[in-house]
């Protein structure tokens, strides 16, 4: 079903691809609409419980996208470096394939939770009242992954 890495002196071990999953700041999430054509949105994201949770908005092209088709891919690019004098780039990613669909209740909140955890430590009484107040404005959106690899150049 899923391709061999072409370049297998660069893959990485599975828990080092999570890592780099686990630290990244952002991702980018490729998803597949009606009109043929693929979508990547750079979203912000929380490595939990062995899967991807986004936040969004009640709509919108990605929402379109993955009701047409759920299945996805996501890609996280951790440290990189250019060597301009090798004409080449030291770097590190991940990217994976799965299922994304909505999730509700008490998940949805904990993701939530994780997702405040994650880029505002700092603040967590007062994003837990965010939340409370934006919970019903804003989907919960989980990728079960299905593959999952990495590869990089240090």
Same mark, same amino acid.
């Given at each position: 079903m899923f391709k061999q890495m072409r370049r297998?002196?660069?893959?990485?071990?599975?828990?080092? !691809?999570?890592?780099?999953?686990? @630290? #990244?700041?952002y991702g980018v999430l490729s998803t597949n609409?009606?009109? #043929?054509?693929?979508?990547?949105? *750079?979203?912000?994201?929380?490595?939990?419980?062995?899967?991807? %949770?986004?936040?969004?908005? =009640?709509?919108?092209?990605?929402?379109?996208?993955?009701? %047409?088709?759920?299945?996805?891919? &996501?890609?996280?690019?951790?440290?990189?470096?250019?060597? *301009?004098?090798?004409?080449?780039?030291?770097?590190?990613?991940?990217? =994976?394939?799965?299922? !994304? $669909?909505?999730?509700?209740?008490?998940?949805?909140?904990? !993701? =939530?939770?994780? /997702?405040?955890?994650? %880029?505002? *430590?700092? &603040?967590?009484?007062?994003?837990? =009242? %965010?939340?409370? @107040? !934006?919970?019903?404005?804003?989907?919960? /959106?989980? /990728? $079960?992954?299905?593959?999952?690899?990495g590869k990089a150049i240090v």
């Open positions: 297998k002196e660069r893959q990485i071990e599975i828990l080092e !691809a999570e890592e780099i999953l686990k @630290n #990244g700041e609409g009606e009109n #043929g054509y693929s979508y990547g949105t *750079p979203l912000s994201y929380v490595y939990f419980n062995n899967s991807v %949770y986004f936040h969004c908005a =009640l709509e919108g092209q990605k929402l379109e996208n993955i009701n %047409y088709n759920n299945k996805v891919s &996501f890609c996280v690019v951790g440290k990189t470096c250019v060597i *301009p004098e090798k004409f080449s780039t030291k770097y590190e990613s991940t990217i =994976l394939f799965g299922e !994304a $669909n909505e999730v509700f209740g008490e998940e949805k909140n904990e !993701a =939530l939770i994780e /997702i405040l955890k994650k %880029y505002s *430590p700092d &603040f967590i009484d007062k994003g837990k =009242l %965010y939340i409370k @107040n !934006a919970v019903d404005k804003t989907k919960l /959106i989980k /990728i $079960n992954i299905n593959k999952i690899s």
